[in-house]
């Protein structure tokens, strides 16, 4: 019994120390499709060198046009599927409802990765100073 004891306290102070090395960061994105890609591919290079980072890309304004189906890059290629496979690396896209609302787009029209809040900066900034986020204005 009192080995049992020992093993579940060992592994739980080691899962404790792996949760603790988790790095969280909020990727604030307010720019357009002109700048996505490399903003995508900056994740990606981030997951491959930190695989457990946890990772929200908050987006306004012009930063959400990326996020709409059918949107494309300069050379014609689609963001959905960059966009669903860092989704399945455990990736969240969060969308502003403000800049729905002020530029009358249909949230039916946002890839189903998304998750729409109220604000965006309010959304980073609750990120920042309640969750530990670090900020990265890519």
């Known amino acids: 019994m009192k080995s049992a004891l020992i093993a579940l306290a060992f592994a739980?102070?080691?899962a404790v120390?792996?949760?603790q090395d988790i790095v969280k960061v909020v990727y604030h994105v307010n720019?357009?499709?002109e700048t996505a890609?490399?903003?995508?591919?900056?994740i990606n290079n981030e997951l491959k060198a930190s695989p457990t980072d946890k990772i929200v890309v908050v987006t306004h304004g012009p930063?959400?046009?990326f996020l709409i189906s059918d949107a494309k890059d300069s050379k014609g290629r689609e963001f959905s599927g960059q966009v669903s496979a860092l989704a399945a690396r455990g990736v969240e896209f969060r969308v502003c409802d403000n800049t729905l609302q002020t530029r009358r787009i249909d949230a039916a029209s946002l890839l189903m990765e998304t998750k729409i809040?109220?604000?965006g900066v309010a959304e980073v900034a609750r990120l920042q100073a309640k969750e530990g986020f670090v900020y990265l204005k890519p």
């Not at 890609?37 to 900056?42: D, F, H, K, P, T």
Request: aromatic share 0%; net charge negative.
């Open 63 to 65: 930063g959400i046009d």
């Open 17 to 19: 120390a792996a949760a």
């Open 37 to 42: 890609a490399a903003i995508l591919n900056n």
């Open 117 to 119: 809040v109220p604000s």
């Open 12 to 14: 739980l102070s080691t």
């Open 31 to 33: 720019t357009g499709v």
